[in-house]
Structure formats: structure tokens, C-alpha cells
């Protein structure tokens, strides 16, 4: 078994840092959990258009947090040295704007922006706060611990020199979110930006390197076929394959069906290089390695994950609180972001790419999409 060592602050005896939580729908109540759970730090206040999800909130932060109806209003407390900014996709850009406009850290949830333009804004507005606050896009599947044992390995070099990296998540279709916003691809930039950045944003870091070209199938075959959003048919997409190119001659490709619940890992996440094979499973937590010459088809290594250290675990295995446990280092110790702007743009133009490919029907250069 495998031991998940929770990366502990630099700064641990340091003063309680304040949170507040802009958005408290359902991801929203999940940042929450999770910061209820690490030692450190205290919701200080929270926001929220809706009254039921403003409630909720409350109940969350165990009735501490200061309740506001505008994240403005919140911005301008002064109850918050940090803010987690959980809204919906397309109103990512706006309150990103306003806090920008602060001193405030920031963790905002993936995707980035629901499209490049308005991804490319956020980074221009954020260059006057460089070295002043934390800017963190909330890329939570690199945390799970068998995906970041998988990145340590390959990272380490125990497949040799990587060729290909396949990604598969067979999984239920979108949850019921505050009057359906996540129904509505000019809400969400599609289901390739909404929910396979995090995937786009695995690849480019299990390689290191961005891509240069995207090919995609994909369309709406099973769910939400008959549900009416504002007078609008609901037009997420909910199954897909994207084939991914890199300069190196390294590909990668993501199998994606939100309508497979009935499986047994969610996720499977294989990396192949010159000298083996490595794979993640998930929620099995399971790691499994092979090396040329060395194992053979049916007998390879196989790693438990020991994630037992996880004090959250909530909606991705807790992934959400280890991501805090570091998001909260970097603010402390004044290290930079795991996962930085230019990392949540690639991995919304990665997707926008690919649903430009099933529009299209031929191969996308990244260029064309990042010009």
C-alpha cells in the first residue's frame, strides 16, 4: 500500500486565515465542507443570488458565516482574506473581475471561463496582483491520490519516455443544478469545456507540454433529450471521443459517456512509455504498474492508495481538500499555484477545440482557437 502524505502548510502556527465562499450551490457547499475540515482557516462569509442556496451555505459554514445577497458586497467586508468563487460557468468572468480588482486570493472553480476570450481578460487583469495574491483555477482531479501517484511515477520516470495517455470517465449525466443552469452549452461553454477540462488539464500536465492539434467526435444521444431550459432545448453533449496531439509525437485521447453509471471505476486513467505502462482507477483507488521485461500481461504491480490522512472527502474523494490543503500553503508560504490561469485557459481552449472539431467535422489547431 501506498501512503497519501497530505502536504501540511510551511506556515502551520500562523493567524486563521479568512474564507469567504461566493457561490453556494452545490460546489459552492463542497468548498465549504472542506474548509470546515483543515485546521487554519474560518468561512468568514459567504454570497449568493439565490435565497434557498444562501441559506444552505449557512448551514454549511455551521451558521458562522456572514450572509451576503452580492459578492461585491462580500469583496468589500473586509471579512475575507480569501474567497472560493463557485458560481455558475458563465458568471465566472464578471466576479473574477471584481476580485481581481482586490488584494483578496482567489480559488475559482474549473472551468476558468466558459470561453478563450474571456479566459485571456481574467489573465490580463491579473498581471498588476503578481507577486501580491494567490489566483488558483480549482483543477481538483490532479489531487485525487491515485492520479497524483500516477503524475509521480510518470513524472519520475518509470515508463520511460511518454507516448500515450488514455482517459476514460463512464459516469452518471449533469446533477440538478439552481434552475438548470448546466443544461445550456451558452451557460457552460459545452460539455467538453464544462466538464473535460479537467481531463485536458491532466494531459498537459502528465506531459508537460501543450498541444498543438485537437480531433473530436461527439453528440447528445440519452440524456436531457426531452428537458426545456428558458424556453431552450437542453444541448449538452453526453458522450464524446477526443483524440489529442502533441509537438513530441505524444497523443493523448479522452473516452467520455455520462451515461454509464452502471461501472465499476468512474475514471481509468493509463499512461504508456518506452519502458512500461502505469494506470489509475478510480474511485477503486487503485494504482497498477508495468514494466517492459520485467511484468507481462495479468501480472504487473498493484498499488492501494492510502488515502486515510484525507480529513474531507465529499464529491471527488477528496480531491477538493487536498487541493485546499495546498491552496492554503501557497497563500501562507507565497509559493505560486499549482494550477495557474494559463493552465485553466489551455484546458477551456482544449475544449472548445474539441466541440469546434464535432462542429466542424475535421481536425483543430490549437491556433486557430487561441488566436
Known amino acids: 500500500m501506498v501512503s497519501w502524505e497530505v502536504m501540511t502548510s510551511s506556515t502551520a502556527s500562523s493567524a486563521t486565515v479568512r474564507y469567504g465562499v461566493i457561490g453556494t ?19 468568514t462569509a459567504i454570497a449568493d443570488t439565490n435565497a434557498d442556496s444562501l441559506d444552505a451555505g449557512s448551514a454549511a459554514s455551521q451558521h458562522v458565516a456572514e450572509p451576503f445577497k452580492s459578492h461585491r458586497d462580500l469583496l ?30 482567489v480559488l475559482v472553480e474549473k472551468p476558468l471561463c466558459t470561453t478563450v476570450a474571456d479566459c485571456q481578460r481574467i489573465i ?46 463512464h ?17 457552460t461553454g459545452g460539455t467538453l469545456v464544462e466538464k473535460a477540462c479537467h481531463f485536458f488539464d491532466l ?39 477526443v483524440i489529442v496531439d502533441y509537438a513530441s509525437g505524444a497523443r493523448a485521447m479522452l473516452d467520455l459517456c ?47 492508495i492510502d488515502d486515510s490522512s484525507i480529513a474531507h472527502r465529499g464529491l471527488h474523494g477528496g480531491s477538493s481538500y487536498l487541493e485546499h490543503v495546498r491552496f492554503l500553503d501557497s497563500i501562507r508560504s507565497g509559493t505560486p499555484p499549482d494550477a495557474t490561469l494559463h493552465d485553466g485557459l489551455w484546458s477551456v481552449a482544449m475544449g472548445v ?19
Open 25 to 43: 450551490g452545490m460546489m459552492g457547499r463542497e468548498h465549504i465542507a472542506d474548509l470546515v475540515a483543515l485546521d487554519g482557516v474560518e468561512v
Open 76 to 105: 468589500e467586508s473586509g471579512l475575507c482574506d480569501a474567497v472560493v468563487v463557485a458560481t455558475p460557468d458563465h458568471t465566472h468572468v464578471d466576479v473574477l473581475a471584481d476580485t481581481l480588482a482586490t488584494d483578496i486570493h
Open 124 to 169: 490580463a487583469l491579473d498581471e498588476r496582483r503578481q507577486g501580491v495574491a494567490v489566483t488558483w483555477v480549482g483543477l481538483e482531479y490532479r489531487y485525487m491520490p491515485a492520479i497524483a501517484e500516477l503524475v509521480r511515477r510518470v513524472h519520475g520516470g518509470e515508463v520511460g519516455r511518454t507516448r500515450m495517455v488514455a482517459m476514460r470517465e
Open 171 to 187: 459516469r452518471f449525466p449533469f446533477l440538478h443544478k439552481v434552475d438548470q443552469w448546466n443544461r445550456l452549452s451558452e451557460n
Open 203 to 241: 494531459m498537459n500536465l502528465i506531459l508537460r507540454e501543450r498541444p498543438d492539434r485537437v480531433m473530436a467526435s461527439g453528440g447528445q444521444d440519452v440524456n436531457h433529450l426531452d428537458e426545456v431550459v428558458d424556453g431552450r432545448p437542453a444541448d449538452m453533449l453526453d458522450n464524446a471521443y
Open 258 to 304: 455520462m451515461f454509464a453509471e452502471a461501472t465499476h471505476n468512474q475514471e481509468e486513467i493509463s499512461v504508456a512509455g518506452s519502458d512500461g505502462k502505469i494506470e489509475a482507477l478510480i474511485p477503486e483507488n487503485l494504482v497498477r504498474l508495468g514494466r517492459r521485461g520485467e511484468h507481462w500481461i495479468g501480472a504487473v504491480e498493484s498499488m492501494t
Open 353 to 371: 477545440a474539441a466541440h469546434r472539431s464535432i462542429e466542424l467535422g475535421r481536425p483543430v489547431q490549437m491556433k486557430e482557437v487561441l488566436a
